[in-house]
């Protein structure tokens, strides 16, 4: 079956510090991936998207995802995390077997930023 | 920008209460989606729309549950008889199309179920 899997629940870097959220993947084919953050109380947002082409794919807000078909993965980066940033971050994939673009969630990272 | 607006942002409900949940989808989007997040858990698909139909539907979308398109612009989501279990944020999405382009999220509603 499909899935996201997202290993830190819980990430807390200190403001300006480097940043990498992990997202493993299981998917019979090259999946779409996605990035979505939510803030406290607001909704999803995307962040960025990989569909095709060049592997690392660039986002709003600094930030960045590179897709290694070899590890099943989508890391998301931001070279210098701002307070701003933090909030809960999704990975996603979809679409799933043929289906109208139904998007599985990874379980969430929640981001904390230290000043 | 165009956005995804939902109402209410919170509502609170008996159990055994009907709820309808509504969104305005972006005005050109045709494909229409459901999703739900049980507090502290994974963002769950519930249902797709597309043409005035179900397009697909998880095994959490049972009868109690229906969707509904009543106008050109409302896409509402009907729980019939609530259950504390339904206790989630509820978020609705639209897309252009199914397959490549990008579903926009609603800001969510809280669905609290006493």
């Known amino acids: 079956a499909q899935s996201v899997t997202q290993p830190d629940i819980h990430i807390t870097v200190s403001e300006g510090a480097s940043l990498e959220l992990r997202c493993n993947y299981s998917y019979g084919a090259t999946p779409y991936l996605f990035w979505y953050v939510q803030s406290p109380g607001q909704g999803l947002q995307l962040l960025l998207k990989?569909?095709?082409?060049?592997?690392l794919v660039q986002g709003i807000k600094g930030f960045e995802a590179e897709f290694k078909r070899s590890q099943s993965s989508f890391n998301l980066r931001k070279p210098s995390v701002h307070w701003s940033d933090a909030a809960e971050y999704f990975c996603?994939?979809?679409?799933?077997?043929?289906?109208?673009?139904?998007?599985?969630f990874g379980a969430g990272t929640r981001l904390a930023v230290h000043p | 920008e165009p956005e995804v607006t939902q109402t209410p942002s919170h509502q609170v409900t008996q159990m055994g209460q009907e709820v309808i949940l509504r969104c305005v989808p972006i005005?050109?989007?045709?494909?229409f989606y459901w999703y739900r997040q049980i507090l502290g858990q994974k963002v769950e698909f519930l249902v797709s729309f597309y043409n005035n139909e179900i397009s697909e539907k998880s095994e959490i979308f049972d009868d109690q549950f229906s969707v509904e398109r009543p106008d050109g612009s409302n896409f509402t989501l009907k729980i019939r008889s609530t259950k504390l279990e339904d206790s989630a944020m509820y978020f609705c999405?639209?897309?252009?199309?199914?397959?490549?382009?990008?579903?926009?999220f609603g800001p969510g509603t809280r669905l609290t179920v006493l």
């Open positions: 999405a639209s897309s252009t199309s199914p397959d490549t382009d990008t579903q926009y």
């Open positions: 005005s050109n989007h045709l494909y």
């Open positions: 990989y569909f095709s082409g060049d592997t």
């Open positions: 996603a994939v979809g679409p799933i077997s043929g289906g109208y673009n139904k998007l599985i």
